[in-house]
């Protein structure tokens, strides 16, 4: 049976620290290029806006008001609209938590 050829602790290492950075750059690569498009911002309808003003102002005045600890409750649709804005909310407000 033939001996292995010896090789010493550096060249170990040499090889671990060459496999790890070569690991590291292709997955970065890989992160990099399977990265999803930014979608683009859609405009929030001036209607909208308005409502999410609204709210905004009824937040911040039951908060100075120290109301904090209270539930606002708003409607989904508002009579007249076409939009009931839903998805702006949740942009706006945070719904994804």
Known sequence: MRKPIPMNRRTWVAVWVVLCAAGLAVTAELSASSAPDPSPEKSVSAECAQ???????????????????????????????????????????????
């Not at 709210?55 to 007249?80: K, N, T, Y």
């Open 51 to 97: 409502y999410i003003e609204d709210i905004e102002r009824q937040l911040a005045r039951a908060g100075q008001e120290g109301e904090e600890d209270g539930v606002l409750g708003f409607s989904r649709v508002r009579v007249g609209t076409e939009d009931d804005c839903g998805d702006e909310f949740r942009n706006h407000f945070g719904g994804d938590r």
